[in-house]
């Protein structure tokens, strides 16, 4: 009762990957329950939350200017409350507290359901810091999910952490080892996400194909998902080369609400390179993935992850990486310059020249942007399914996603947000297609 007159404001800002934005949610329903509602103004929050990464040296960078810049609103409003959570929040714990001294808050990733704890007693005036990786799983500890309507798109976390140690990442360390979500768990969300108005889900793990928590694995999960009433589209990522299964390829012939979408990050074209990295896996492995993902399903979209400039990478071993992506032809791709992260193997190597770094990352980049715009222009002319999520720039413009994960601007046409439509595609742009409703 006159509840929400009363309602502290929460301010959240999300760096880093898709898990990141869905712990994002879940934090904010978790601190729904002490009375916090979202905004999406800094200058009028009682909590400012940033939901940080660690992955490359910029990215950890940005989380202390961002701090920096927060410090007047602080005067502002002496009782606005500062919390990091996220992935540096793990790597750094107290560092953070030390270089800044108005956060209040520090919560890993695997401790962010004692949340509301720590919000009690930063309330009081203490400073509250939290980077344990328990043995309790936190999504059980978490209060159930809200039931308000949401948009037709969501992400379900069901596997997090990582075993494999590539010696560049910084994962294993901020979010500890494999741990997989129990199936029935998962179908419960996934059920609930239906009845709330999803249709598309996307299943979300540092290594989203080592899931355990279904007796068929990864495959035996989105069969079971493919099931729910009102799911029509499922999606996963990000996916390990060593872990792409038969059954998992065979999901991607046999079940229609699979998307063919698959990212499957390489990061080197050479076998010298990838054994420095820890991947345990040839180029030529990767091939073969690829290759048999493509003859279980033909038009699947290949999307992966490169790092250019590695530790002792010379130009020989980038014109391998050159070589892979002429041999698979990606629909989609991200490549970073290395960054060498504090506590990491190949942070100890001999580094590559920066500016050789950055010439490098240009000549990859332009590779595959052309690859991209090729395998997108080709969809002009084609029929495609696109679920809609939102008005687009222009009025009476509408933008959804197609089966591959492309972009579709429509106009004029009667389709809301959630329809899932069959559209005629008449034209490609540098990020996006444009076509007609049928
Ligand atoms: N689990 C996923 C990706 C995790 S991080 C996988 O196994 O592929 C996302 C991407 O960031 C990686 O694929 C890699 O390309 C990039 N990345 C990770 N650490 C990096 C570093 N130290 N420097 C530059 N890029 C990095
Ligand atoms: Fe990082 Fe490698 Fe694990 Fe991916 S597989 S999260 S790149 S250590
Ligand atoms: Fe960044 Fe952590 Fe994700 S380091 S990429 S937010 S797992």
Do not use: W
Not at 137 to 144: G, M, S, T
Not at 244 to 258: G, K, Q, T
Not at 330 to 356: L, W
């Amino acid at each position: 009762m006159g509840e929400s007159a009363t309602a502290k404001k929460l301010f959240v800002k999300t760096y880093g990957c898709q898990m990141n934005v869905y712990d994002s949610e879940r934090m904010t329903e978790a601190l729904a329950g002490q009375g916090y509602e979202r905004t999406d103004r800094p200058d009028e929050a009682d909590m400012i939350l940033l939901n940080t990464c660690h992955i490359r040296e910029k990215a950890a960078e940005k989380v202390y200017s961002e701090l920096g810049r927060l410090k007047p609103l602080k005067a502002a409003n002496p009782d606005l409350k500062i919390g990091v959570a996220g992935c540096v929040a793990q790597a750094e714990g107290e560092e953070i507290v030390r270089r800044q001294p108005l956060v209040d808050l520090v919560v890993g990733p695997q401790s962010y359901h004692r949340l509301p704890e720590m919000e009690a007693r930063v309330r009081g005036g203490a400073r509250a810091l939290d980077t344990d990786f328990p043995e309790e799983d936190k999504f059980a500890h978490l209060a159930a999910r809200p039931k308000a309507a949401r948009g037709p798109t969501a992400f379900l976390t069901v596997q997090e952490g990582c075993d494999k140690f590539c010696a560049f990442c910084v994962v294993p360390y901020t979010r500890g080892a494999e741990v997989s979500r129990p199936a029935d768990r998962v179908l419960a969300e996934a059920r609930d996400l239906a009845e709330r108005g999803v249709r598309e889900i996307t299943l979300l793990g540092q290594n989203v194909n080592a899931y355990h928590g279904h007796p068929g694995g990864l495959a035996g999960l989105i069969r079971a998902l493919a099931a729910v009433e009102g799911i029509d589209r499922l999606r996963y990522t990000t996916s390990h080369p060593n872990d792409m299964d038969d059954a998992l390829i065979a999901a991607h012939a046999e079940v229609p609400a699979l998307m063919p979408y698959l990212h499957l990050p390489v990061q080197s074209g050479s076998d010298r390179i990838l054994k420095r990295m820890n991947r345990k896996h040839t180029a030529d492995a990767y091939l073969r993935v690829i290759e048999r993902v493509r003859a279980a399903r033909p038009d699947v979209l290949i999307s992966g992850d490169f790092i250019v400039g590695f530790p002792e990478e010379t130009e020989a071993d980038f014109r391998a990486t050159l070589d892979l992506v002429a041999a698979v032809e990606y629909g989609q791709c991200y490549s970073f310059k290395y960054s060498p992260r504090p506590g990491t193997p190949a942070a100890e190597r001999p580094q590559v020249d920066p500016a050789e770094a950055d010439d490098r990352l240009q000549r990859l980049q332009t590779l595959l942007t052309a690859q991209q715009r090729a395998v997108q222009d080709r969809m002009v002319g084609r029929e495609v399914a696109v679920l809609f999520e939102k008005p687009g720039r222009e009025a009476g413009q509408m933008v959804g996603k197609s089966d591959h994960l492309h972009s579709v601007f429509v106009g004029g046409a009667d389709v809301e947000p959630g329809h899932l439509r069959r559209v005629r595609i008449t034209s490609s742009a540098a990020n996006s297609l444009a076509g007609a409703v049928l």
